[in-house]
């Protein structure tokens, strides 16, 4: 990881300073995605703010940039097609346990029912 990093430090500031090269950028997002330091903590070995790396972390997600690493199969999808895609499961799970308190609340009524049958 060290000499991922000085690779990085060879390649980060380009002729105007303190803006970044694409691809220090591309690999500082990666190490953020697959490393599992917190923004904050890879921005210090970095030598950059955690919030320039949590925005470049955004940008590359929102634009389906994600390393082969955070891929699973190679497969690339687009943020925003997640994103739609969660929306609909979270509203399909929340009618599924409306369904499923409905059939509990169905199931008490009915077995109280049966119970009380048997008593005079």
Do not use: C
């Not at 970095?46 to 997600?61: C, I, K, P, Q």
């Not at 739609?84 to 077995?111: C, F, H, M, P, Y």
């Amino acid at each position: 990881m060290d000499t991922v990093i000085k690779r990085l430090e060879s390649q980060q500031m380009s002729k105007y300073g303190n803006r970044y090269s694409k691809g220090f950028k591309e690999e500082a997002v990666r190490l953020l995605l697959t490393s599992g330091k917190t923004a904050k903590q890879l921005g210090l070995e970095l030598g950059v703010t955690g919030m320039s790396l949590a925005n470049w972390r955004d940008e590359a997600l929102a634009k389906g940039d994600h390393p082969d690493l955070a891929k699973p199969d190679g497969v690339r999808v687009h943020y925003s097609v997640l994103k739609i895609e969660n929306a609909r499961l979270k509203k399909e799970l929340d009618t599924v346990r409306q369904e499923r308190e409905i059939l509990k609340k169905s199931l008490g009524i009915l077995s109280s029912r049966e119970s009380q049958k048997g008593m005079p």
